[in-house]
């Protein structure tokens, strides 16, 4: 989850210029047929929408097992999250509206080359055995950075002029691309202006065109929230929920996180639902709306750092019962081994009573075939259809519902395995 005042340097022709003067320069190189029929990689998890690669000029709907080759630039969607599995054993992690080109990926051999570029979007880069054998051989480039590496799990944000870089572990080398710096070239940049940026730090570099790299404090940058950072050494922080309804402040903590700026905002006609999630800027991420549609005629009920909930105003206190089964979910799973494929099965049920104060939840996740099954309950006591509640396994589950109970939503953040399993999902009877 991003538009901000910082990302609008380019207008809509300028970043098509951009975009084709980098395809043309870094992209459209001579491969050989040898190269070609040999898949670098595969496609090992997509989910939340549709991605595309073009090929030779044509464009195919990529799924799950999909081969990849050199030369392809593979798209996501808006709402769409792609795994790449390279062929030995590093791995990419594209986020919804990402443009990411392989370049070359040649692992064996004299001529070894590991050239990926990012046009665009958001990217998290696993080395794997050729990248930590040959790290003179690597390279991702975007519009206007070059990063080489020591050794790194790293994510890479590129919109416009500006590339932000976070080092998870290992090391990387950031340069602006310039004369001295060639966007052709492997492995990580010797000019005057490279700067090395390692795991602990927790700072997050920017990397902009002429300029030496700016190094932006974790807990100081408004741009924070557009690079989506796994916090794996802070998880707590992931397991906090709040009632937004009683805490107004932390919404403007959010917003100006996010350094949302207020735009003016005309509806879509059309049917407008009673309940959704929202973002903390003026894009949409996922299932989540932007922050000015998901609020519009709607109050907020819980959320976090990454999502409110948001629904028409009650009228009256919530009253009578329901079971709920679910219709739209988005699940994420961090974890310090990579993430996971997980999904909430139909078979889960949320069950209010608000006549009984009372509320139960069953969700059950399927994550790479293992099935994981959550259960809570807990008095509700809340009249606004607002409920909090903790899971037997040490979880937090937070939602509401509409006032005809007909509609709710809930945030789950459950620890597992060494990581943080969040869910999103919106629930009908």
Known sequence: ?????????????????????????????????????????????????EANVERFGAMQELEKGSELYEGDVITTSSSSRLHIAFVDGAIAALRPNTEYHIDCYRTAGDDICLKLNLIKGEVRQVTGAAGESHKNRFRLNTPVAAIGIRGTDFITHAKGYQTLVRVLSGEIVGAPIDSSCSA??????????????????????????????????????????????????????????????????????????????????????????????????TEGDGIALPYQVAKHNREVTIGN???????????????????????????????????????????????LDFDQSEVNAYINLLADGELISISANNEISRDDGIFTLRTDAGGNIAGAVDQDLNNAGTILTQPHNNGIINAQTLWAR
Not at 19 to 47: D, K, N, R, W
Request: include cysteine; glycine fraction near 4%; charge should be negative.
């Open 184 to 281: 052709g070239s492997l492995g990580a940049c010797d000019s005057n202006f490279a700067m090395a940026l390692k795991e602990h730090d927790n700072r997050i570099m920017l990397i902009e065109p002429n300029k030496q790299p700016n190094f932006i404090l974790e807990d100081s940058s408004q741009i924070l929230s557009k690079v989506k950072i796994s916090r794996m050494n802070n998880k707590d922080s992931e397991l906090k929920i709040h009632v937004l309804k009683d805490n107004p402040e932390i919404v403007e903590k959010y917003l100006e996180l996010s350094n949302y700026v207020l735009e003016n905002y005309t509806p879509e006609d059309g049917i407008v639902p009673n309940m959704v999630f929202g973002t903390w800027s």
């Open 305 to 351: 750092q990454n999502t409110g909930l948001w629904r028409t105003p009650l009228i009256n206190p919530v009253v009578g019962t329901a079971t709920f089964i679910p219709y739209q979910s988005e699940v994420s799973f961090d974890s310090a081994t990579f993430l996971t494929e997980v999904n909430v099965l139909d078979s889960s049920r949320l069950v």
């Open 1 to 49: 989850m991003y538009s901000n005042s910082i990302y609008k340097v380019l207008s809509r022709h300028k970043t098509r210029f951009l975009t084709s003067v980098f395809l043309f320069s870094l992209f459209v190189q001579p491969m050989s047929i040898a190269h070609a029929v040999e898949p670098v990689g595969q496609v090992q998890l997509l989910i939340g929408g």
